[in-house]
């Protein structure tokens, strides 16, 4: 007959749960409060994909999304940017079980002129991973429809990211989101 785990150190502490930025916050002048629904940007990618799998990383490269208009093409010379972010969590003594980073790459493009209006590509992928023993995670990505922002003559796309984090013990299961909103510029949290 197995032994059951101390409830205390095999349940996670909901309000422990944090979702943290790593680096520099993005350039935008203002919150994406006025982020709109698009008739002109469409995500020609996947809408939903794995990001961890049994507490093992997916591959990354493998699943990305966009936010740009029909007849837009990737522009082969963008940069990618990229953000970190990382999501925390402690069991109810308050001692750390599972720390996740993962990454934004965002890939730009646009009309000549608004080289940054649109994102051609966005991956997303864990880079770190340190879990408690006993403990299992896993993490997809929901992508919204994609959205415009800025001015209504001159919008650039928004393209939402729900991050969703499954943690499970012997004892319990919790399951948590955080919407991401990418932006040309970078990524918030919201």
Same mark, same amino acid.
């Given at each position: 007959?197995?032994?059951?785990?101390?409830?205390?150190? &095999?349940?996670?502490?909901?309000?422990?749960?944090?979702?943290?930025?790593?680096?520099?916050?993005?350039?935008?002048?203002?919150?994406?409060?006025?982020?709109?629904?698009?008739?002109?940007?469409?995500?020609?990618?996947?809408?939903?994909?794995?990001?961890?799998?049994?507490?093992?990383?997916?591959?990354?490269?493998?699943?990305?999304?966009?936010?740009?208009?029909?007849?837009?093409?990737?522009?082969?010379?963008?940069?990618?940017?990229?953000?970190? &972010?990382?999501?925390?969590?402690?069991?109810?003594?308050?001692?750390?079980?599972?720390?996740?980073?993962?990454?934004?790459?965002?890939?730009?493009?646009?009309?000549?002129?608004?080289?940054?209006?649109?994102?051609?590509?966005?991956?997303?992928?864990?880079?770190?991973?340190?879990?408690?023993?006993?403990?299992?995670?896993?993490?997809?990505?929901?992508?919204?429809?994609?959205?415009?922002?800025?001015?209504?003559?001159?919008? &650039?796309?928004?393209?939402?990211?729900?991050?969703?984090?499954?943690?499970?013990?012997?004892?319990?299961?919790?399951?948590?989101?955080?919407?991401?909103?990418? &932006?040309?510029?970078?990524?918030?949290?919201?």
């Amino acid at each position: 007959m197995a032994q059951a785990g101390d409830p205390k150190s &095999f349940t996670c502490d909901e309000n422990s749960i944090r979702w943290e930025r790593i680096g520099p916050a993005p350039a935008l002048q203002d919150a994406p409060r006025n982020a709109r629904s698009s008739a002109i940007f469409f995500n020609r990618g996947q809408k939903t994909w794995p990001l961890m799998v049994r507490n093992k990383p997916v591959a990354a490269g493998m699943y990305w999304a966009t936010a740009s208009p029909v007849e837009a093409l990737a522009s082969p010379g963008s940069t990618p940017l990229k953000q970190g &972010f990382c999501v925390r969590a402690k069991n109810q003594y308050g001692i750390s079980v599972v720390v996740i980073g993962y990454q934004f790459q965002v890939q730009t493009g646009g009309r000549s002129g608004a080289s940054d209006q649109y994102i051609t590509r966005l991956e997303i992928a864990p880079d770190h991973v340190e879990l408690a023993w006993g403990w299992n995670v896993d993490m997809t990505v929901v992508m919204q429809n994609p959205g415009e922002y800025g001015e209504p003559d001159a919008p &650039f796309a928004v393209l939402p990211a729900q991050l969703e984090l499954t943690v499970n013990t012997e004892l319990k299961s919790l399951r948590v989101t955080k919407m991401h909103m990418v &932006f040309p510029q970078g990524v918030l949290t919201v």
